[in-house]
């Protein structure tokens, strides 16, 4: 399921009375007001005030319905404490079920709701700033593929032009180890027989690269590489990316690849 189609089921979710925990909180360790682990705080102070207006009601069945949930949650969270990126959104409810638990790599406000439904409404600014969206990175030597949503690499995978590589070798003379880190920089001197093999790669790419858009339900597509190389393989593509940024970027990190395409 994609996020997008988890964040519609979120919004039709409904208890009959107030059941539903959600939580945002604000884990970014670069964010001068979550040193030395302040979110450890934000956490119980949030958490505390909640408990103590439900004591105050003197409801106890709602009372020990958001005290399991409660717990729940913070044992998630710490769990998790040494791979925690910049937050982490929880939605939480004990009948009807629900857990939906998101650690993301974009700004979160923290707050903290006990609500009849979830309150998904930062959810879906985030995530209309960072759809679900794939980024493509073609080189001369592969096809680099990153599957995001939010800021965070939900997956990636990388196709090697293994074939027109050997006849490149042969041709050139370059040594091997050094490929990967020249990327797409030797497009120019391709042949006409290799650049039309490298051309037929990237159709053979873009077609697949249409299948992921459909099964991952990408709402947005990247292409970014130097320019000869991402223009071809932007070309070959049934659908016309977002945008293609002409740089090569393929031996980067992939959250570094994310902050030249989202935040630049």
Same mark, same amino acid.
């Given at each position: ?19 539903v ?6 884990t ?13 705080? =934000? ?18 069945? +709602? ?19 040494n %791979? ?15 857990w939906?638990? =998101? ?9 903290? @709701?006990?609500?009849? =439904? ?28 990153? %599957? ?11 196709? @090697? ?7 490149? *070798? ?15 920089? @030797?497009? %120019? %001197?391709?042949?006409? *027989?290799?650049? +039309?093999?490298?051309? *037929? ?11 992921? *858009? ?5 709402? +947005? ?6 320019a ?30 994310? @902050? ?5």
């Amino acid at each position: 399921m994609s996020l997008s189609e988890e964040l519609k089921d979120l919004k039709e979710f409904k208890c009959d009375s107030r059941c539903v925990l959600s939580v945002y909180l604000n884990t970014n360790p670069a964010d001068p007001e979550q040193q030395n682990g302040a979110w450890k705080i =934000h956490l119980k102070n949030g958490l505390k005030r909640i408990t103590e207006y439900l004591e105050a009601s003197q409801d106890e069945k +709602e009372l020990k319905s958001y005290k399991k949930l409660r717990d729940k949650i913070v044992k998630e969270i710490e769990n998790n404490q040494n %791979d925690l990126n910049k937050g982490v959104v929880i939605f939480a409810a004990e009948d009807p079920e629900l857990w939906s638990v =998101h650690y993301v790599q974009v700004q979160v406000k923290t707050s903290f @709701h006990w609500e009849d =439904h979830p309150i998904v409404e930062e959810m879906e600014y985030m995530l209309k700033a960072y759809p679900e969206a794939g980024v493509i990175l073609p080189s001369f030597g592969e096809v680099r593929v990153l %599957d995001t949503a939010m800021g965070f690499i939900n997956g990636e995978k990388t196709y @090697h032009f293994d074939a027109g590589l050997e006849v490149w *070798r042969e041709q050139k003379g370059m040594n091997p180890a050094k490929q990967r880190g020249m990327g797409g920089s @030797h497009v %120019d %001197d391709l042949d006409d *027989r290799l650049r +039309e093999n490298l051309e *037929r790669f990237y159709k053979e790419m873009a077609t697949i690269v249409e299948k992921m *858009r459909k099964e991952l339900d990408w709402k +947005e597509l990247y292409v970014v590489g130097e320019a000869e190389a991402a223009n071809s393989f932007a070309n070959s593509l049934r659908t016309k990316p977002n945008n293609t940024i002409n740089k090569n970027l393929n031996n980067v990190e992939a959250r570094k690849i994310l @902050h030249q395409v989202f935040e630049k």
